[in-house]
């Protein structure tokens, strides 16, 4: 029962352009949701986060959106740099007031052209 | 920023003996610790839920008894892999969740790589 989905495994855009990486939910209890980046061989990297009572959150080149009613998030990077090549995680708190375990998507692996 | 610091960062092992890895919280008290596991190409895994000061709070399917968790104190966390097997090999992260106002973002410790032959 995969509670969060990346449904794409992979995502190529061009350096400069916007990257769109989604990400769909099916547990209407997520209250918080998060992006990281990630390395091979290395832990994630927080990038941006979400609660639930907003519908976007910004921090610099990343935007995060939510779309409650879907069950879908989404993190745009504009623009978008070849440092930013790496995969992508969504995850999701699986409790109000938050106890801290994250559920993560499989990932999107992304790459910027240079 | 928040700091999890993870060791080792690689491990080999022969079958059927133990490792141990650690996670610590370099500058903040975690009462609350998480290991995960990551298989090449997937997602990570909840493992467990390490407590300071009680036992540990395994995710469905996970033996207790093969992945020890020690939590003694608030800045460590240990998960010992006990009689380690081939399938064991795999990438274990550890995080932490650093206090609200810190980004609330949860941090994660670099990883290590277990490969037992």
């Known amino acids: 029962d995969q509670q969060v989905k990346q449904n794409s495994p992979s995502l190529s855009v061009q350096e400069g352009r916007i990257s769109i990486l989604n990400c769909d939910y099916t547990?209407?209890?997520?209250?918080?949701f998060l992006w990281y980046k990630k390395y091979p061989a290395e832990g994630p990297t927080f990038l941006i986060s979400?609660?639930?009572?907003?519908d976007k959150n910004e921090d610099g080149r990343f935007t995060v959106f939510l779309n409650k009613s879907a069950k879908h998030l989404s993190l745009h990077i504009v623009p978008s740099q070849p440092g930013d090549s790496a995969v992508y995680f969504c995850?999701?708190?699986?409790?109000?007031?938050?106890?801290?375990?994250?559920?993560f998507g499989q990932g999107t692996t992304l790459q910027v052209k240079p | 920023g928040a700091v999890v610091s993870q060791h080792p960062s690689w491990v080999i092992c022969k079958s059927g003996t133990s490792v141990k890895i650690e996670c610590r919280s370099l500058d903040f008290q975690a009462t609350t610790m998480f290991w995960y596991r990551q298989f090449p190409k997937q997602s990570l895994m909840l493992m467990a839920t390490?407590?300071?000061?009680?036992?540990?709070?395994?995710e469905q399917g996970v033996e207790k008894d093969k992945f020890l968790i020690n939590h003694a104190s608030l800045t460590l966390s240990t998960l010992t892999v006990t009689s380690a097997h081939p399938e064991d090999s795999s990438f274990y992260i550890c995080s932490a969740r650093p206090p609200q106002g810190a980004g609330y973002g949860y941090t994660f410790g670099s990883g290590t790589r277990l490969t037992v032959v």
């Open positions: 390490s407590n300071e000061g009680s036992k540990a709070t395994y």
């Open positions: 979400i609660s639930s009572i907003k």
């Open positions: 995850a999701a708190s699986e409790y109000p007031g938050n106890t801290g375990k994250l559920i």
């Open positions: 547990n209407s209890m997520f209250d918080y």
